[in-house]
């Protein structure tokens, strides 16, 4: 187990670091000087310029850069903000947790309402239900994110005045951060109905971030449950007398959810990328939207730290589902 | 009253083509106790037959019959529910691949105590103190330990075992043992062929054993139903059926053993088995029989009482007046006409 661990971690390293410089040259690809973009409209004296740019490193050639920004980077530090002189890490532990907060509702929307609908469409397969789940899923797969979510804004918020624009919570109501999760830190404080606040604020956001990888998960289930139900021991367990509903919901689902709990991982990935447009149409205070704001201000260590983080998750929750794929799936664990 | 009887049993299954019939007009009764072989090629039918009196014909066959019945229960008009009480209790089924029938993500001591949880209705204790008696039953060495392995861990010959074990475990009636040796080595087969004979007799057990394995068939069955095309053939006694086939499939079948070619080399039976598109009208054996005539491709034979059993045939081989109704029957053959 531990030797797994230590295997899967080491492989992490090469792509560790090319994440870092993914993130370091892209931006730099990006037109626009992040000294000239700080300085607006007004422009900026030349010799001023100078000074700057020798101050933060842009003068000397961009492979040396590189190797400054990767040395101080393994030592731990990301640099600061160009434009609010933060560290970095510091900004986004702050944004983090509202991501992660969104993240995780829409992840568990996904789950709740995917894995059942694809396990009935595989059930009923060919019927109306089945046809229905998988043409509303392609749509929602194929729906661009930025015009769903507006679309949801317009009917629920506008039309319907069922809930509210963006943002995370009333301004009418001050939650000192405890964890940062503000579902957990209103039920903490005793700000009354601040909690359903909070609530009503999450519904459209989590709907417009889970939509793709609902998608995803209830097709996914649909076509593992019809391969695993065509399997011998489900013809064994059907001839052992079980009931329906336990050959469907033990049997067969433990196995169909071997190749889900992978997809479920991969999608995670999908799900930052996703916040970062859904937390743009929401004005939702995470690191989403703190990305794209960097990326208008040109903040290079922001972006590159930005990025490096969002993929040490990424790459910490894949790492955590191949540990719980072990769990589900015995073969894998005594073939280590 | 026989513990088994079927009547006039056939199962299609609706294809692109048109319908296709697996099981064609099957009748069958089975005492207590009875140890019955059911030959035939693949796809003659002989699984799905089983796989119907199991309720497990895959989706979308349909089963009819004129009588299904099970130990006094018909089961054509069974609720669902009684009937689940009856399958894995009264009636139990292994198959031909020990290893995928298992579930690969379950211990072999939770699949086989949930039998006995569900249908005894035993404590966890008591199911597991039983599932180590049945592993020992079935020959499986330090059974205590294998009750946390996988499916996986163990060999073709063990997981084949624990089917037996999960299928003797509520003492059911009949047992139907769906070419049970097929997927495993010879030495294996011979050892869970003892194993099924040594426990039918112990528990006085009915066992239908299905296999296209003549000499399997030989070395346990008291009677033997032939099929072909998903039609009975010929069912007698198994001494009988061995020293004097009366179907010329069955004949043929018997001469294609290894054991009766003489000149080295393996006699066969020229032909396929018909499929969706070429089911002959007359005899579907007619085809490939060496014996057929213009009567028997243009009529199809119905089973019929014959010499202690069943037999489709126009033309039995131990029939006196065969002879001079084939000649009867026969057309002048294609020469003399053009003389």
């Known amino acids: 187990m531990l030797r797994f661990i230590l295997t899967r971690v080491s492989l992490v390293i090469p792509t560790f670091l090319g994440i870092t410089m993914l993130a370091f040259f892209l931006i730099r690809l990006v037109p626009g000087d992040p000294i000239e973009t700080l300085a607006g409209e007004r422009g900026i004296d030349p010799q001023r310029l100078e000074q700057l740019r020798i101050e933060f490193g842009f003068d000397k050639p961009i492979i040396v850069q590189y190797g400054i920004y990767l040395a101080r980077v393994l030592q731990g530090d990301l640099g600061k903000s160009m434009i609010t002189q933060e560290s970095v890490l510091t900004e986004f532990t702050a944004l983090f947790p509202a991501t992660i907060e969104l993240a995780f509702c829409a992840i568990i929307f996904a789950l709740a309402l995917g894995l059942p609908a694809g396990m009935l469409a595989a059930i009923k397969r060919n019927s109306i239900f089945d046809h229905g789940v998988m043409g509303v899923s392609l749509a929602g797969y194929s729906m661009p994110i930025f015009w769903w979510g507006l679309i949801l804004i317009l009917l629920f918020s506008v039309q319907f005045d069922l809930t509210p624009v963006s943002g995370r919570i009333d301004v009418l109501y001050y939650i000192e951060p405890t964890t940062g999760f503000l579902l957990i830190d209103t039920l903490l404080s005793d700000e009354e109905g601040a909690f359903w606040s909070a609530v009503r604020h999450l519904i459209l956001p989590t709907i417009v971030l889970g939509t793709v990888p609902l998608a995803v998960i209830a097709r996914m289930t649909r076509s593992a449950m019809l391969e695993v139900l065509g399997e011998d021991y489900i013809r064994t367990a059907k001839a052992k007398g079980l009931s329906q509903f336990r050959i469907i919901a033990l049997h067969a689902l433990r196995n169909a959810l071997i190749p889900v709990v992978t997809v479920i991982g991969l999608q995670v990935g999908v799900l930052f990328t996703g916040a970062i447009l859904t937390e743009t149409i929401f004005s939702w205070p995470g690191v989403g939207k703190w990305l794209i704001d960097a990326i208008f201000r040109r903040d290079y260590p922001v972006l590159q730290g930005g990025a490096l983080l969002l993929g040490v998750v990424v790459m910490a929750v894949n790492l955590l589902v191949d540990l719980t794929y072990g769990l589900i799936n015995p073969r894998i664990r005594h073939n280590r | ?339």
Not at chain 2, 182 to 211: F, G, S, W, Y
Not at chain 2, 299 to 326: F, K, M, N
């Open chain 2, 1 to 339: 009253m026989a513990l088994l009887e079927i009547e006039n049993l056939s199962v299609e299954f609706p294809t692109q083509g048109g319908i296709m019939r697996a099981v064609d007009g099957v009748s069958l009764t089975l005492e207590k106790g009875e140890v019955l072989g059911v030959v035939g090629e693949s796809g003659s039918g002989k699984s799905v037959t089983m796989l119907a009196l199991m309720g497990l014909v895959p989706f979308p066959g349909r089963v009819t019959a004129d009588k299904l019945s099970f130990n006094g229960r018909d089961l054509l008009t069974i609720s669902d529910k009684e009937r689940r009480k009856l399958t894995g209790k009264d009636v139990a089924m292994i198959f031909q691949e020990p290893t995928t029938s298992l579930n690969p993500c379950f211990t072999i001591g939770f699949q086989l105590t949930e039998t006995l949880r569900l249908h005894e209705g035993m404590d966890r204790k008591t199911a597991r103190r039983r599932a180590i008696e049945l592993l020992e039953q079935v020959g499986i060495p330090s059974p205590e330990g294998r009750l946390s392995s996988f499916p996986h861990q163990m060999s073709g010959g063990m997981n084949q075992r624990v089917m037996i074990a999960m299928a003797i475990a509520c003492n059911p009636k009949l047992l139907i043992a769906d070419e049970p040796t097929t997927a495993l080595d010879v030495t294996i087969q011979a050892q869970i062929l003892d194993l099924l004979v040594t426990l039918q007799k112990e528990r006085n057990m009915a066992l239908v054993m299905i296999t296209h394995d003549m000499g399997v068939i030989a070395e346990t069955a008291k009677r033997i139903m032939v099929m072909y095309a998903g039609q009975v053939m010929e069912e007698r006694a198994a001494d009988d059926l061995f020293r004097s086939p009366q179907h010329p499939y069955t004949a043929a079948l018997l001469a294609a053993l290894p054991e009766h070619s003489h000149d080295g080399r393996l006699a066969t039976i020229p032909g396929v088995v018909p499929g969706l598109y070429d089911r002959p009208r007359g005899c579907l054996f007619s085809p490939r029989c060496a014996y057929a005539t213009e009567h028997s491709r243009e009529v199809r034979p119905e089973l019929r009482s014959w010499a202690g059993g069943q037999i489709r045939c126009h033309y039995p081989l131990g029939d006196p007046t065969r002879e001079a109704r084939l000649n009867a029957d026969r057309p002048v053959p294609a020469k003399e006409i053009a003389s």
